[in-house]
């Protein structure tokens, strides 16, 4: 586990925590912003100082934090583990730099008068602290271009930070010395402004501050906006406006460069109309769904708005944020599993008459066993003698990960949606313990009681509509897991056993599998197989 906390904040005592950009349970990557924290002088993300799952978070918006204080714990992934071992130095070490705030005016500046022939001003990359070299990630402005006091020249990004640097004075760029890419430090000229004499005596082109240093003006008030677009390539940079009033942080920017996305046409839905990844992401899926585009990618066709009061009332009904949730990992889930479904029949007739056999001791017990306990059973052994459906495909899909625990996601239908506990290393429990254990796991799901743990780990699961009815479904699997048994409706069919038909009791099974992990011979073997140990689980469990 991995505790981030809050790092350096420079001078400052307190800092409050203005939004969390992730929720329990995301799997964050390395850099991905956790929550930002916000002083009366800037705004700073705090970003996951490894991959992994994020499993708590100590903090909520509005809680007021010093440095050290634990913002989140993150279950660290296999391939992050490397981070690890960084992470717990760099906890001691600050982790971000605060977003540098817009340059505080300098004072006693008389930019109303003109007067004075015009001289030309070095602009310097600004105290960037600890920083080192930073990168040009934008030029704003290009020679010829009248800029005034406060107007982005460039922005420059550390692997920490990003910090805008503005024009000191009203003038005119003479000439535009950095370009973006050029590795530049503390000092390095950036750019000449022509500024009329008066101005630049008055004012003479002020290093600009770290953030934590800078004088709080009323500039100040506002969190810091970030980098105003993402970079242009060298055809644009000479037509780009400087973009204003764009907030967001170094990793979004990050992601917007990476996608070629320009800020200033994302609307930000984080707290002050901060932008974060999801609006740049919603940003190319609105692009790509309005240029029509269809094939490949992420242009999928939107379906289009509609007013449906036009055809009779409606009412409004905001989803639950398990169902908001779980309809995200669903679909993300369809849209990067090749789904296939196997169906099958097990002959649970003799299952049946055992499990009834078992009733009235349980209700010695107190355990309700239902068929669901003998499935889970069941498939444990099935998933040892088939490893890959106990498995999930690394992020590169080169290898399986194998994993040496069974661990059951067993699917719960709640008020609030869908959720799937998970029953741990269900192949060392007994049928009664079992059953004991998915009551326990419903009836926590329906009380929203689950904690974390709960609903972590797994490594197969079942979503059983057996108690509800149907003939067969097709349940998307819960990757990163590679299969999913689905569970239809026992029923009493007539089935011929060579000589005559006879009366048996027919389980229908539906096998939803990852085609990138799994082949339909290895869906089908594990399918006979499973069926079999179901027919016959009475022995296995002797
Ligand atoms: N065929 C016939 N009867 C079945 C059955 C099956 N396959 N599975 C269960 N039953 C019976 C049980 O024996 C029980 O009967 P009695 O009340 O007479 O004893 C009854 O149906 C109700 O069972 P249950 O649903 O309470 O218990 P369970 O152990 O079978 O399932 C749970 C527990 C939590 C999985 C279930 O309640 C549930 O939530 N299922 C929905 C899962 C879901 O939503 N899946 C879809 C996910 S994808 O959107």
Request: some cysteine; charged content about 25%.
């Amino acid at each position: 586990m991995t505790e981030i906390r809050v790092p350096d904040i420079g001078d400052v005592d307190e800092v409050e925590v203005i939004e969390l950009c992730v929720a329990v349970g995301d799997v964050l990557e390395v850099d991905d912003s956790i929550v930002v924290i916000e002083s009366d002088k800037a705004s700073m993300e705090v970003p996951s100082t490894v991959a992994g799952k994020l499993v708590s978070l100590e903090v909520a918006v509005g809680d007021s934090v010093r440095q050290g204080d634990l913002l989140a714990i993150v279950e660290a992934a296999e391939a992050g583990a490397e981070h690890e071992a960084l992470a717990a130095t760099a906890q001691a070490e600050p982790e971000s730099e605060p977003e540098p705030e817009r340059q505080a005016e300098p004072e006693n500046e008389d930019q109303s008068d003109p007067v004075g022939a015009p001289e030309s001003v070095e602009v310097l990359v600004p105290d960037i602290g600890d920083a080192g070299d930073v990168v040009v990630i934008e030029v704003a402005v290009s020679a010829g271009q009248t800029v005034s006091v406060d107007d982005l020249l460039v922005v420059v990004e550390s692997d920490k930070a990003s910090m805008e640097i503005p024009s000191p004075h009203d003038g005119e760029v003479e000439a535009v010395l950095v370009s973006v890419d050029d590795t530049v430090q503390s000092g390095t000229p950036i750019a000449t402004l022509r500024v009329h004499g008066s101005a630049t005596k008055a004012s003479p082109a002020p290093a600009p501050q770290k953030a934590q240093d800078t004088p709080r003006s009323e500039k100040a008030e506002q969190p810091q906006p970030a980098a105003k677009k993402p970079r242009p390539s060298a055809s644009e940079e000479s037509t780009q406006k400087p973009a204003k009033d764009v907030y967001a942080g170094p990793a979004v920017r990050r992601l917007a460069r990476e996608l070629g996305v320009d800020l200033t046409e994302v609307r930000g839905t984080g707290n002050r109309s901060r932008i974060t990844k999801d609006d740049v992401k919603s940003h190319v899926k609105e692009r790509m769904q309005s240029k029509g585009a269809v094939s490949g990618g992420t242009g999928i066709p939107a379906i289009p708005a509609q007013d449906f009061s036009r055809f009779g009332p409606v009412a409004l009904e905001p989803l639950t944020r398990v169902r908001r949730v779980g309809a995200e990992n669903l679909h993300r889930s369809w849209l990067n599993v090749p789904h296939v479904t196997q169906h099958d029949e097990a002959d649970v007739t003799d299952l049946e008459d055992f499990r009834k056999s078992l009733k009235s001791e349980g209700e010695k017990r107190g355990v309700k066993v239902t068929p669901l306990a003998f499935l889970v059973k069941a498939c444990c052994q099935a998933l040892k003698d088939h490893p890959r459906f106990n498995a999930s495909l690394d992020p590169a899909g080169e290898n399986f990960i194998l994993k040496q625990y069974y661990n059951i996601g067993l699917a719960v239908d709640t008020e609030q949606g869908l959720l799937v506990p998970v029953i741990r290393e269900a192949d060392q429990k007994g049928i009664w313990e079992l059953s004991a254990e998915i009551s326990e796991l419903a009836d926590k799901a329906r009380d929203g009681k689950l904690g974390m743990t709960d609903l972590q780990g797994g490594t197969f699961s079942i979503s059983s509509l057996g108690g509800i009815g149907g003939t067969g479904f097709t349940p998307i699997v819960n990757a990163p897991e590679v299969a999913i048994l689905g569970v239809s409706r026992m029923a009493t069919k007539p089935v011929w056993n060579g000589g005559e038909f006879v009366p048996r009791k027919m389980l229908p099974l539906s096998l939803s599998y990852d085609h990138k992990a799994i082949n339909g011979a290895e869906a089908g073997r594990f399918m006979t197989d499973l069926v079999q140990i179901i027919a016959d689980l009475r022995r296995a469990l002797l």
